[in-house]
């Protein structure tokens, strides 16, 4: 009797294979895709900051007295400068002209779509990181766009012997921080950073970090040692069993409330003195926005042979429109549990 395999492997029966890919990799831009979206008509892109002067309580002039003092202000010019990244695509012309499984993996449509979510990928990271600014130089050193550690400089909690960094009006850039020993995450300084921002004038909305921290955060506020209680909503009769809470979504303070978020594509800065070094961003999203010179394209570069090159960039440049709206917790160790 002639059996399955005997006329599969005699190539009788085609192969069954579901003509499909199942790529779960994170797309959700959870900071970039937030904020304003605005034009850059130039890879350098400015704005100005401004502050009120201090308020004087004491602040009083006789009736018919002549106006002395200058109380003239004038804003802080801040810049960024648009990164463009690239992925290429290089397709042979027999490839491209094959049927293949999935959502035709061989075809350039296919791979552009591709590869435009992961440009959007790097500058979601970039802009969560402690990038510093870099100005282009001719065709040889590329334009770099701040990060959000980076600007921050105001409002910021950081391990011993960090420092902040920050647009520096004499060159021109914006400063990576410098790295400070790696501690536990402290509700204490978030609160710390809560507080100056209020001070300032801010009103953070969201909590922005990595997977791991989001963990550690959310099992603290569980804890007897949380400075916040846990609220149960009881399950509705007819329901089924009760459901297990275990996360945090909202963290309120006496500073308001502020979206918890678990950013799945930030990245961890580089390790420091054996520890893994993560950061936790504190966001007024209404001050940051992303400047574009243009989204994602791609350029086609010519044949070589039997084959087509495309390059996909885009460009575009994180604002900081005011970095004192906003706040860092720096240099966590990320595998340690958080603490009051």
Same mark, same amino acid.
């Given at each position: 009797?002639?059996?399955?395999?005997?006329?599969?492997?005699?190539?009788?029966?085609?192969?069954?294979?579901?003509?499909?890919?199942?790529?779960?990799?994170?797309?959700?831009?959870?900071?970039?895709?937030?904020?304003?979206?605005?034009?850059?008509?130039?890879?350098?892109?400015?704005?100005?900051?401004?502050?009120?002067?201090?308020?004087?309580?004491?602040?009083?002039?006789?009736?018919?007295?002549?106006?002395?003092?200058?109380? @003239?202000?004038?804003? &802080?010019?801040?810049?960024?400068?648009?990164?463009?990244?690239?992925?290429?695509?290089?397709?042979?012309?027999?490839?491209?002209?094959?049927?293949?499984?999935?959502?035709?993996?061989?075809?350039?449509?296919?791979?552009?779509?591709?590869?435009?979510?992961?440009?959007?990928?790097?500058?979601?990271?970039? *802009?969560?990181?402690?990038?510093?600014?870099? /100005?282009?130089?001719?065709?040889?050193?590329?334009?770099?766009?701040?990060?959000?550690? *980076?600007?921050?400089?105001?409002?910021?909690?950081?391990?011993?012997?960090?420092?902040?960094?920050?647009?520096?009006?004499? @060159?021109?850039?914006?400063?990576?921080?410098?790295?400070?020993?790696?501690?536990?995450?402290?509700?204490?300084?978030?609160?710390?950073?809560?507080?100056?921002?209020?001070?300032?004038?801010?009103?953070?909305?969201?909590?922005?970090?990595?997977?791991?921290?989001?963990?550690?955060?959310?099992?603290?506020?569980?804890?007897?040692?949380?400075?916040?209680?846990?609220?149960?909503?009881? @399950?509705?009769?007819?329901?089924?069993?009760?459901?297990?809470?275990?996360? /945090?979504?909202?963290?309120?303070?006496?500073?308001?409330?502020?979206?918890?978020?678990?950013?799945?594509?930030?990245?961890?800065?580089?390790?420091?003195?054996?520890?893994?070094?993560?950061?936790?961003?504190?966001? &007024?999203?209404?001050?940051?926005?992303?400047?574009?010179?243009?989204?994602?394209?791609?350029?086609?570069?010519?044949?070589?042979?039997?084959?087509?090159?495309?390059?996909?960039?885009?460009?575009?440049?994180?604002?900081?429109?005011?970095?004192?709206?906003?706040?860092?917790?720096?240099? /966590?160790?990320?595998?340690?549990?958080?603490?009051?």
């Amino acid at each position: 009797m002639a059996t399955f395999q005997e006329f599969y492997d005699a190539g009788n029966i085609p192969e069954d294979v579901i003509r499909a890919f199942y790529d779960i990799s994170p797309t959700d831009i959870r900071f970039t895709g937030e904020i304003e979206q605005m034009a850059a008509d130039s890879v350098k892109k400015e704005w100005f900051e401004h502050v009120l002067n201090a308020p004087d309580k004491d602040n009083a002039v006789p009736d018919g007295a002549d106006a002395s003092g200058d109380d @003239t202000t004038q804003g &802080d010019r801040i810049w960024n400068y648009c990164q463009m990244p690239d992925r290429n695509i290089s397709l042979g012309d027999q490839a491209e002209a094959s049927d293949s499984f999935g959502p035709n993996i061989t075809k350039f449509e296919t791979q552009l779509e591709y590869r435009t979510k992961e440009l959007y990928r790097d500058f979601e990271a970039s *802009a969560l990181s402690e990038n510093a600014s870099v /100005i282009p130089v001719g065709n040889t050193v590329a334009a770099k766009s701040a990060g959000f550690f *980076a600007f921050c400089k105001t409002n910021t909690q950081f391990g011993a012997g960090g420092a902040d960094g920050g647009f520096n009006s004499g @060159t021109g850039l914006v400063d990576a921080p410098t790295p400070g020993t790696t501690e536990a995450l402290s509700e204490g300084k978030i609160l710390t950073v809560l507080e100056d921002i209020e001070t300032e004038g801010g009103d953070p909305n969201q909590f922005q970090m990595i997977p791991k921290l989001k963990r550690k955060f959310s099992n603290f506020m569980f804890t007897s040692s949380a400075r916040i209680g846990a609220i149960y909503t009881p @399950t509705p009769g007819g329901q089924g069993g009760a459901t297990a809470v275990g996360s /945090i979504q909202m963290y309120e303070s006496d500073f308001g409330a502020a979206e918890v978020i678990s950013n799945r594509i930030m990245q961890p800065e580089n390790s420091t003195g054996g520890s893994e070094r993560t950061n936790f961003a504190i966001i &007024d999203t209404q001050y940051w926005a992303v400047a574009s010179q243009w989204d994602p394209r791609a350029k086609r570069l010519g044949p070589t042979g039997t084959g087509e090159n495309w390059q996909v960039t885009h460009s575009k440049a994180l604002c900081a429109l005011n970095e004192r709206s906003s706040g860092a917790v720096r240099d /966590i160790d990320y595998t340690l549990d958080m603490v009051a």
